[in-house]
Every structure is written in structure tokens, then in C-alpha cells.
């Protein structure tokens, strides 16, 4: 890593875990893994309130997501759900959107690349190997996947995605950082840009609060908060890289 540190960092809810990469990683953003938490929520919450537990994590302001969070717990809590709904509200800024966003997270909510490498290594392991057999089988795997890594990295520095939205200095821009598969998520999320339509503007001290709502769905809307401090600070860096 050349001595840089992660920008994010995704881990399940191991309290060590958590406690070593505040201590090394000081400043770095840190989320919970959202399977875990999905795991965490079917063996310690009745079935019918999980839905009403995945709007909390997906609530994107801080002051909604108190109040939501308080009222369910109100609704829900009982003697077997009340000490983890009491652990999970003293971790909730390493798994509630609303106290995520300043990570850099590019869509990511859980620690799947992880998952996926240890399926790969895992793949036709039996317990009739011996030692070196499985030595060798894991070296086999490695090869493989550093081969698929070094044909990616051939197509990712040989060709440039084409513009397609009609933001084409930020596709550009875009396309000059991120790597194609990433390239292609932000390339689709601006895509979906052009069919938000503001209802209303407001200002609140330094921020410029939006109500949006989709063209063709303006009965259900949206509440964004935009930091023109933060957006200069992206400019800045869009800019350098460019």
C-alpha cells in the first residue's frame, strides 16, 4: 500500500476488530458489514420488524434517524431484543447511512471481495487433502486470480469508457480515477441525475437543504443536503487529478 492508509474500511462487528482499526487506522472511515447486520437482525428481532429496522439503516439524516430509531425502539424492545438494540444504537455510526456519508464508500455496504476470496481458496477443499495437496491447491488459486487481476489492470489502462450523460467533464473526470466497473456505477448513478426534478429549495446556515423527487414520480420525494464547503473541497481534488 506504499504506506497509505485505506480510505474505508468494512469489517463485521467484531468489538477487537473495532478497537484495533480505530487505534491504527485513526481517521480512516469504518462501517459494519451490512450482511452481518442483516444476519445480526433475524436471530435478534421478530420477523416483522425488520423492515422497519432497514429504513433506519438506510436513513440518510442523523436527526430522522434519532427520532425513527426511538420510536422503534420503543415499539419493539422486549427483554430478549433490548440488550443488542441497545448495543447496535451505541454503534450506529459504524452502520446508519446518516452518519456514513462522509465516507468514500462508492456503493459499497459490505465486505463481499472478502467473501468472494475465501469462496475462491474454498473451492473443492475436501478432507481427504493432504498438507502439500492443499498447499498446492491454494497456490493454484492464487495464480489464477492474479492473472484475472493483471488482465483487468491491462483493460483498465488500455481504454477509456465513453461518455454517455449529459455531465460529460464529470464522466471524464470520473473515467481518469476509478477503475471501469467502478467507472460504470457512478456513470449509471448520473444517468439517473437527469431524471430528478427539485421541488423545493431551502437554506439552512451552511447548507442548501433540497426536496427532489423523480419526473415520473413526484409523489414520493426525497430530502437532500448539499455542503457547498464539501463540494469545493471535491472540486479541488477533481481538479488536481484532472
Request: hydrophobic share 40%; glycine share 4%.
Given at each position: ?58 436513513t440518510t439524516s442523523e436527526q430522522v434517524f434519532e ?176
Amino acid at each position: 500500500m506504499c504506506q497509505q492508509k485505506p480510505k474505508a474500511v468494512i469489517t463485521d462487528a467484531d468489538a477487537a476488530m473495532i478497537g484495533a482499526i480505530g487505534e491504527v487506522f485513526s481517521g480512516v472511515s469504518h462501517r459494519i458489514c451490512s450482511f452481518h447486520i442483516e444476519k445480526n437482525m433475524e436471530m435478534h428481532l421478530p420477523n416483522k420488524s425488520l423492515n422497519e429496522f432497514r429504513t433506519l439503516y438506510y436513513t440518510t439524516s442523523e436527526q430522522v434517524f434519532e427520532v425513527r430509531w426511538h420510536a422503534f425502539y420503543r415499539k419493539w424492545q422486549s427483554p430478549k431484543t433490548r440488550i443488542w438494540m441497545k448495543r447496535m444504537y451505541n454503534k450506529r455510526k459504524l452502520w446508519a447511512a446518516a452518519y456514513l456519508s462522509e465516507g468514500f464508500w462508492l456503493g459499497m455496504k459490505s465486505n463481499q471481495r472478502n467473501e468472494s476470496l475465501n469462496s475462491c481458496l474454498h473451492l473443492h477443499l475436501d478432507g481427504e487433502m493432504t498438507i502439500v495437496d492443499m498447499i498446492m491447491h491454494y497456490d493454484n488459486a492464487i495464480v489464477r486470480l492474479r492473472e484475472n487481476e493483471a488482465h483487468d489492470d491491462c483493460t483498465a489502462s488500455q481504454t477509456t469508457p465513453v461518455p454517455i450523460t449529459n455531465f460529460r467533464e464529470l464522466e471524464v473526470a470520473a473515467a481518469k480515477i476509478f477503475s471501469p466497473p467502478v467507472f460504470y456505477i457512478i456513470q449509471g448513478e448520473l444517468s439517473k441525475i437527469g431524471g430528478i426534478e427539485i421541488l423545493e429549495k431551502m437554506q439552512a446556515g451552511d447548507s442548501n437543504i433540497f426536496i427532489v423527487a423523480w419526473r415520473n414520480h413526484v409523489r414520493t420525494s426525497f430530502y437532500v443536503e448539499y455542503r457547498p464547503k464539501e463540494a469545493e473541497i471535491i472540486r479541488n481534488v477533481l481538479q488536481q487529478e484532472g
